[in-house]
């Protein structure tokens, strides 16, 4: 049987040797996974990202040229597929909501078991975001944001439908374009979304949709 169209592709990005090599010879070694580099840059990530197109990303937070956050956002302002894991020691809450906002499928903590990795990326692959729920819901307390599916249970099935994409990632352009809508309909329900929610960014959108699919 040929299962090499079931093959997912990889970048590794990590400036710690030691740690990039053992990411890399742990999903090496699963039959369904293929790392088709290994990065000890941002800079040489990003290169790799944009050429060799793969289907996931794991991307350190913190490296040189470019860290993982900012390789995220050019390569969604760039319209690139690949799906972007986030891995760090430690997460403020900053990086984790803009990590959401910017459309990264999911965040692991260094400290987790290295094979949750392998299945990390399968999920993200099948279509999942794959959060540590403890910390999106400590970052929306210290924003002030509680009961999600209070603040959501008012909204329309478009406005549902128009603060999923946001939370994808999507700008209001391409989330018109996803419904059939002109982007001056998305930015009304936008408006009401913020309203009905109490919420007054895209940031507190996306996390907010992410803690109560989560529940």
């Known amino acids: ?56 990303a794991v991307l350190d937070i913190a490296m040189p040229e470019m860290n993982g956050l900012e390789i995220l956002i050019k390569l969604r302002t760039e319209g690139a597929e690949t799906k972007i894991i986030l891995l760090t020691a430690h997460t403020t809450d900053r990086q984790l909501l803009s990590g ?9 903590l260094k400290d987790v078991p290295i094979t949750d990795l ?58 018109g374009q996803r419904l059939n809508l002109s982007e001056g309909t998305v930015k009304i329900h936008l408006h009401n979304i913020y309203q009905k929610t109490g919420l007054g960014n895209r940031t507190a959108l996306a996390a907010l949709l992410l803690a109560d699919r989560e529940k």
């Open 1 to 56: 049987m040929n299962t090499e169209h079931k093959l997912i592709t990889l970048v590794i990005a990590d400036d710690h040797p030691v740690v990039l090599e053992g990411i890399v010879g742990v999903l090496g070694a699963e039959a369904d996974l293929r790392v088709v580099a290994k990065c000890r840059t941002g800079a040489a990530a990003f290169r790799a990202i944009t050429e060799l197109k793969p289907e996931v």
């Open 100 to 108: 959401i906002e910017h459309g990264a499928r999911a965040l692991l």
């Open 118 to 175: 392998a299945q990390t990326i399968r999920s993200v692959v099948a279509g999942a975001r794959c959060f540590p729920s403890d910390l999106v819901e400590a970052a929306l307390g210290r924003l002030g944001v509680a009961n999600a599916g209070d603040r959501l249970a008012s909204l329309s099935r478009r406005e549902r439908e128009v603060m999923g994409l946001v939370a994808e990632g999507l700008i209001n352009k391409e989330v």
